[in-house]
């Protein structure tokens, strides 16, 4: 199976930055696209950034010019730089990661989530 590992969520001011980890463990024979979702208490989980294997990006528009988004594919990590946060950030951060196993062929999979809360 493919697990999917979050880190480096944690208690930030306004206007302050974190840098959000993820790797993907197991029999992964490729990762096509990595990317980070955030749900926020009482709200849906929305996308935030996605990043292709050939190194494309797309960013929900409140997040532009605030975030990004990266890869390593030898190691099969995303990570995900957060500057400027405010309250509205405040969510649990989960990786997303569309990989093809070496048995089971393609699937999404989810890391537990890290939070990230933005208070002063």
């Known amino acids: 199976q493919v697990r999917v590992v979050e880190s480096g969520g944690g208690l930030v001011q306004p206007g302050g930055s974190l840098r959000l980890a993820c790797a993907a463990y197991g029999s992964i024979y490729s990762i096509y696209t990595m990317g980070w979702y955030r749900q926020a208490p009482g709200k849906q989980r929305e996308l935030v950034t996605t990043?292709?294997?050939?190194?494309?990006?797309n960013y929900a528009d409140s997040v532009k010019g605030r975030f990004s988004i990266s890869r390593d594919n030898a190691k099969n990590t995303v990570s995900l730089q957060v500057n400027s946060l405010n309250a509205e950030d405040t969510a649990v951060y989960y990786c997303?990661?569309?990989?093809?196993?070496?048995?089971?062929?393609?699937?999404?999979?989810w890391g537990q989530g890290t939070q990230v809360t933005v208070s002063s």
């Open positions: 990043i292709t294997r050939d190194f494309n990006t």
């Open positions: 997303n990661v569309d990989a093809v196993s070496q048995f089971r062929g393609g699937a999404e999979y």
